[in-house]
């Protein structure tokens, strides 16, 4: 059974919209918790120090909600990414309103695509961050966050200066060829596969949770595109770059590996154990800001995310 405390709690973290919490207490009700047949939200009895626990660790959590909107955040980011990238603009504006300073986006064109198949890959992956955007959107309602202000033009110079992949007064264009388009979108795919399981487990309510594996195996499928596409373009020294800057951003755990390793073919990057790396909200941060402390703006998100959950570190 669930003490009054806890089940308050699990309900208040449902969603930051009413409509999601009464879905919520409807599915607590047919899940057999026993919130109201069994009497449990009068019951006068003292919580059990575990019980006591877990509704301190629900408590200092943050909500299903906050965590969809940082989650929604980071998928404005992919879209406007992708989407100039193969249409030379961004979402509709009726996609980016919202809670918050609406903001724009600095940067973004069309890429001359040298390979039909690549341009294949990024137009669907374009179709897909689109559609993650509509789908968070419309499960937070009027508490979803609007479009934070981007800045893709010069993030990503600022990321490929301080991974070597350019010279410190050079400037990278992701969109100036279809090689720049790939290593920009590997800095971006890995970012989001270890931020949805990271992020999975702060997730109380099981039908977002299933939502949100849904579109971490889709983000799975898009970094494995986009890593071996890199692969087969022998690209593999210059992704190791990259690929130690963004671990260096994130702590001292590594969490990020090439396209490589031993010399073969990496295009699953995984423990000991075959399972993908998971990174914490504020590690994801600190990658998206382009800064390994505690700070809440800077690199893509200039004047940082809308939302909760938006302090790095």
């Known amino acids: 059974m669930f003490g009054k405390t806890l089940v308050k709690e699990m309900i208040s973290r449902s969603a930051e919209n009413k409509a999601d919490r009464r879905r919520f ?14 009497g449990v939200l009068t019951s006068p009895a003292v919580a059990a120090p575990a019980q006591e626990a877990t509704t301190a660790a629900a408590a200092a959590a943050p909500s299903d909600g906050a965590v969809l909107n940082f989650a929604l955040n980071l998928e404005y980011l992919e879209a406007e990414f992708y989407l100039h990238a193969v249409n030379g603009e961004g979402l509709a504006d009726n996609f980016t309103t919202g809670k918050g300073t609406r903001g724009g986006v600095t940067g973004g064109r069309a890429v001359k695509f040298d390979t039909p198949a690549i341009r294949q890959y990024a137009q669907e992956i374009a179709n897909d961050e689109r559609a993650h955007v509509n789908f968070l959107r419309g499960a937070l309602g009027k508490a979803a966050v609007s479009r ?11 990321a490929a200066r301080a991974a070597g992949v350019i010279g410190a ?11 720049n388009f790939l290593l920009a979108a590997y800095l971006f795919e890995d970012v989001g596969v270890t931020a949805y399981k990271g992020a999975a487990p702060l997730i109380t309510n099981k039908t977002y949770l299933e939502a949100a594996a849904g579109i971490l195996a889709v983000e799975a499928y898009h970094a ?3 890593r071996t596409s890199l692969f087969e373009k022998d690209m593999a020294a210059t992704v190791a770059k990259l690929s130690a800057a963004r671990d260096s951003l994130d ?5 990020d590996q090439g396209i490589t390793a031993n010399g073969r073919a990496n295009i699953n990057p995984t423990n000991k ?11 994801v941060l600190n990658i998206v800001y382009l ?9 893509f998100y200039p004047k940082g995310l809308n ?5 790095s570190g």
């Open 25 to 38: 207490l409807q599915s607590a009700g047919a899940l057999g918790l026993g919130v109201v047949g069994g």
């Open 148 to 158: 934070p202000a981007i800045n893709i033009r010069d993030s990503f110079t600022a």
């Open 169 to 179: 007064t050079e400037t990278f264009d992701p969109y100036a060829n279809e090689n």
């Open 224 to 226: 494995a595109t986009i």
């Open 251 to 255: 702590g001292r755990t590594d969490l």
């Open 273 to 283: 154990s075959g399972i993908a790396y998971s990174r914490t909200p504020g590690q």
């Open 291 to 299: 800064n390994p402390g505690k700070v809440s703006k800077g690199g």
């Open 307 to 311: 939302g909760a959950v938006r302090v």
